[in-house]
């Protein structure tokens, strides 16, 4: 039993969790079983494991040699069955790669609203590559994941995005043989690069990824009319009393109401008042502004 932090395979970032490491070394491998957090309601127990085939020291071993069986149906079925008893869990002809080469899933209804999963790898240099005691070796890899209310994309994001860190110190142990050259476009005119769009990458490590990206929804704002505001009263204007111009010379006199009624029958002082403001002008004739003042009519 080791601590999390020992194994040499590690689930992708943001889990699911590791519980603990099953470590079991052989005189030609070293197998380890990381055991996963698991919810679901389908019997078993969740895991990756990883065993790698490489040179031993003498003082590691404890087992005899780990057999090595190469992938077929038939034997890949019967692992199916002894991890999901009773289950309608069916291998899918999809191929699929990850970063370590080509693996396959089979994938199935559990108990209750349970999906399960579970995937293989071989990962191996190609045989090419094998010449002179160079890339050798095998890494071995396995999948039981059930998980419920999640999808099988879901899923297939731990196959994606694990990570294996367990090495021999061995220069001829390389099973994930030669790297491959640079483009040979790469930094030459008239090849440009693009950059990558997020949705465009496959299985991003915590999330689910489905074949197609659905379309973003785009958000529609009903049309609403611009609330005009209402009218606001006029402030009161003071009422002003223009005197004619007959009275124009004459003291001003505060305003009075104006009664209604016919004509004649309102206030008396009212009646009066054009004659008891306009002064009496006498105006002598012209005869009178001539003669001595003897004539008649001037006074």
Known sequence: ?????????????????IVTVVSRTYSNAVAQQVILRSEAAT???????????G????????????????FRSASVAREIRAEFPGENIAMSANY????YGAFSYAAGNGRGDDTCLYGWQDIRSPESMR???RNLGRIKVRLRL??????????????YNYTITGTYASQSWNPYGTPQPVDKNLGRPGHPVYPVRADDVPMRP?????????????????????????????PPVASVSIPSPASAGAPARPARPAVAGRRGEGDPAESGLQSSQVPQVSIPSPACL???GTAPGCR
């Open 43 to 53: 019997p078993g127990q969740n895991y990756i494991k990883a065993e790698f085939f």
């Open 55 to 70: 040179p031993q020291q003498a003082g590691d071993t404890d087992r005899d040699a780990l057999t090595f069986t190469g």
């Open 1 to 17: 039993m080791l601590s999390p932090s020992e194994a040499l395979i590690f689930p992708p970032p943001g889990g699911p969790e």
């Open 146 to 159: 059930c998980q419920s209310g999640a999808s099988v994309e879901r899923l297939l994001a731990v196959m």
């Open 290 to 292: 001539t003669g001595a």
């Open 206 to 234: 915590g999330g689910e990824v489905t074949a197609s990206v659905p379309a973003r929804p785009v958000r529609r704002v009903a049309a609403v009319a611009p609330v005009q505001p209402e009218p606001q009263p006029l």
């Open 96 to 99: 699929l790669q990850n970063g």
């Open 131 to 133: 010449q002179d005691f």
